[in-house]
């Protein structure tokens, strides 16, 4: 009896969990459904044309970028050959992807020249400037205050210009602010000296939130020789008024000092951390591009277009309408051709969709109609394995069997055929998702997910419903189990 209640009581935390999950993690809809970015990426090559070989690792490259972004059931195909089409479901900001993927994510480590400390501070103090003009634009931009305002940034970028000797070229005010800033960026990276220790080190990247502030950092992890590498240049600046410098695309995004504790052995651990002031968006942009690895080629946004969903609106709500109505129906078939056993079938596959869909959140994975095509077959699955548990624990109330008895005998000759039908059906799915192409997967791994799941709710959650039915006495007559016809018997 314990032990029932004890099922019973994690049933209903579970059910609890994934009403939790699914108000706070709202499932991913795809391209199809949502709709989301379309990107043509163009690959720069100096000379000669772009081969097979380099296409590939650019493709793969960005497909780990994109998966790194959180997107899943993303396109990318191959335009002529020099070029890619990359569709990002749920993405409505082509610019958040522009930036993440148009870089190369070249990482560096450069040490401080000798006796650069003045023009460093200089650099320093004039690029915190300009990322402050930047912000402060993008806000009267945003905010449409109008041009008034906007005409108080020329002195700010006239006195800059004059302290740097620089003169922009661009005709417009956020024109010269980006080129003043590639200035200083590259100035400041004058200032340092190139070491052997570079991104081919990295073998990983995080984020977290400082203890002190609201600000991010993003943590790396090198490999053994990175690690070693490492060590060896803090230990040469440790103490010092040299810098060490975090070059990412040619653009400093750290200058770090190296205390003087760390003269003998340098910084060891095979771990360091980047601390520049980031916001969450900035940490996550700089985690992905570092996790993507190096493209081996330029590429450029030659064309960016936010997509509606392909299906429509209309066709969704027909999808879903047919989807429900068909659930309906299968559940009034169990109810009365079941009875007491078909509700108990209703009620587990309430308990299915609950924790299918919350497992689709917290993954997450991203539904298209491929996806959802998956899902109703796993349901179609579940319906199925209660059905034969169903009839086995007739086939004992017809033998004259007790309720009791006969629904633990139903339920444990039934069990060697589910276990081996839900089998063979996921070594399907393995199959289709190692050699299927993206919609295939999506396809593959929701129907994955839902035979798995329904695997325990059809062995455990049907079985702990109907326990529990049966220890109220009015629900253990045999009618309630049997069709009519076959009471006299």
């Keep these: 009896m314990n032990r029932r209640q004890g099922w019973l009581f994690f049933l209903i935390f579970l059910l609890t969990f994934s009403i939790y999950l699914l108000l706070n993690y709202p499932l991913q809809l795809g391209l199809d459904l949502k709709g989301g970015s379309q990107l043509t990426l163009q690959l720069i090559k100096e000379e000669g044309r772009v081969t097979k070989d380099e296409l590939e690792a650019v493709n ?151 203890q002190t502030n609201s600000n991010w950092e993003v943590l790396l992890t090198f490999s053994n020789a990175g690690g070693e590498k490492f060590a060896e240049i803090t230990k040469s600046i440790a103490g010092t008024n040299q810098l060490l410098a975090i070059i990412l695309d040619g653009e400093s995004i750290s200058e770090a000092s190296v205390g003087a504790q760390f003269a003998n052995t340098g910084i060891t651990g095979g771990s360091a951390t980047i601390s520049g002031n980031f916001s969450a968006e900035n940490a996550r942009e700089l985690e992905v591009q570092l996790k993507g690895g190096s493209l081996p080629l330029p590429i450029e946004i030659v064309e960016s277009n936010t997509i509606g969903a392909l299906l429509g609106s209309n066709n969704i709500f027909k999808s879903l309408y047919a ?14 051709n079941y009875r007491i056993l078909g509700l108990v079938s209703v009620l587990s596959l309430i308990l299915y969709g609950f924790f299918n869909l919350a497992l689709y959140s917290l993954i997450p994975v991203t539904l298209t109609l491929p996806g959802i095509s998956g899902l109703i077959l796993s349901i ?110």
């Design 323 to 336: 989807a429900v109505s068909g659930l309906i129906f299968v559940g009034l078939f169990m109810i009365i």
């Design 60 to 210: 793969s490259v960005i497909d780990r970028r994109v998966n790194n972004l959180g997107v899943s059931e993303s396109n990318l195909q191959t335009l002529g050959s020099d070029q890619l089409i990359l569709e990002l479901p749920g993405e409505q900001n082509p610019l958040v992807a522009s930036r993440i993927l148009g870089k190369t994510a070249l990482l560096e480590f450069r040490i401080q020249k000798e006796g650069t400390s003045t023009d460093l501070q200089k650099l320093q103090f004039q690029r915190m400037n300009i990322k402050d003009l930047i912000e402060e634009y993008t806000n009267i931009k945003n905010n449409n205050k109008g041009e008034v305002l906007l005409n108080t940034f020329e002195d700010s970028i006239y006195d800059i210009e004059q302290k740097l000797n620089y003169s922009s070229n661009s005709d417009d005010l956020y024109g010269k602010l980006i080129e003043i800033k590639k200035f200083v960026d590259n100035e400041i990276t004058n200032l340092f000296i190139k070491t052997d220790l570079s991104g081919k080190d990295l073998v990983n990247a995080g984020r977290r939130q400082e």
């Design 380 to 489: 179609g699955m579940a319906v199925d394995a209660n059905i034969l548990i169903f009839e086995r624990i007739r086939e004992e109330l017809y033998d004259g069997n007790t309720l009791i008895r006969s629904i633990d005998s139903g339920f444990q000759r039934a069990n060697s055929s589910i276990v081996d039908g839900h089998i063979t059906t996921l070594v399907s799915c393995f199959v289709l998702f190692l050699l299927g192409t993206n919609f295939v997967k999506g396809f593959a791994a929701t129907l994955g997910i839902g035979v798995v799941i329904s695997l325990f709710t059809s062995l455990n959650c049907s079985k702990t419903i109907l326990r529990f039915f049966t220890t109220y006495q009015s629900l253990r007559q045999k009618n309630l189990y049997l069709p009519r016809e076959n009471l006299s018997n």
